[in-house]
């Protein structure tokens, strides 16, 4: 009897390791170019050429997710709602999922899941960042949605050097948005990266931090933990990171990005290969730690 020709081809191996969550980009276009997205960076698996098939790509989600045991996607892109079939289909793969879009392709009906919003900073400054009219198209968006099911809609500014001092008024601007709330992350730069959007040093950033502390008293809608952004202080920071990347929790997450022939790659963390881990402002990295030892404080 002839063995049978497996359709797809099998998956990258990434070894036997368990990782609860994985994010993936499921496709390398965009309608947008950020300026400070670390997607397009030299040194990330983001050229177009050899694609993977939505097909094989399902194909092999699954059988990552049996392997190392994935209960939590993140799908990201690019703009995944380009995708969106795509997305749907494979969001029913995992227990958990959750979608970071910029928006302009409406806000997707995912009951029971979470929609991330990236906009950075009120109307003027975030359409210098992410494009003229960006702001409007997805307020209409968020508002078009409202009501309609149970999905989680947050909005996510990045913080970089260069709008921190839009954060209140950023705030002020979307607060009355229907949303379940704001979140807020802070730019990761690369190890040569010095331009305007980065922070020479963790030091130079405290003030920033501090202000969205003093903020987070004031303004309910803003969800960032205090306790996760006081670890992102200084004094604390590399605590929670390490020079190099040692002591970071989000090193637990699969990473998928599609690389050559159009297989899986496992970039060394999720914002790429060349990150400065010395100035990490990756709000998920300190919040994971916060919730730690919140766990353990309890036991």
């Known amino acids: 009897m002839n063995e049978e020709i497996p359709l797809f081809q099998e998956p990258t191996d990434f070894g036997e ?11 390398n276009a965009c309608n947008l170019r950020c300026k400070h997205c670390f997607v397009y960076r030299e040194e990330t698996p983001n050229e177009s050429r050899d694609k993977m098939t939505d097909e094989c790509m399902l194909y092999q989600l699954r059988r ?38 910029n928006g302009t392709y409406g ?5 029971g899941h979470l929609v991330t919003v990236s906009l950075d900073g009120p109307k003027a400054l975030n359409d210098q960042i992410r494009g003229e009219g960006v702001f409007d198209k997805v307020r209409q968006s968020i508002f ?27 705030v002020e601007q979307v607060e009355c948005w229907p949303i379940s709330g704001i979140a807020f992350t802070f730019y990761v730069p690369d190890q040569d990266d010095h331009g305007e959007n980065a922070w020479n040093d963790l030091v130079e950033r405290d003030d920033v931090i501090r202000k969205l502390i003093e903020l987070k008293k004031i303004h309910p809608m803003i969800k960032s ?42 970039t060394f963390c999720c914002y790429g290969n060349n990150v400065d881990c010395s100035r990490c402002g990756a709000y998920g990295v300190f919040n994971s730690v916060y919730n730690q030892q919140r766990r353990n404080s309890r036991a």
Not at 225 to 247: D, F, K, R, V
């Open 225 to 266: 933990n205090i306790g996760a952004l006081q670890l992102m202080l200084s004094e604390y920071s590399l605590s929670a990171t390490g020079l190099h990347g040692e002591n970071c929790r989000l090193k637990k997450m699969l990473p998928l990005y599609v690389g050559k022939g159009g297989q899986f790659e496992r």
């Open 107 to 111: 806000i997707p009906s995912v009951p």
């Open 64 to 101: 990552l997710r049996d392997k190392h045991r994935i209960r939590s996607m993140l799908f990201m892109g690019g703009e995944p709602l380009i995708k969106s079939k795509l997305v749907f289909e494979a969001m029913e793969l995992f227990e958990q999922s959750s979608i970071v879009t």
């Open 17 to 27: 390791d368990e990782f609860s969550s994985a994010l993936v980009l499921v496709t």
């Open 144 to 170: 078009a949605h409202h009501l309609k099911d149970d999905t989680t809609v947050m909005l996510q500014m990045t913080v970089t050097k260069k709008n921190a001092e839009f954060i209140e008024a950023f």
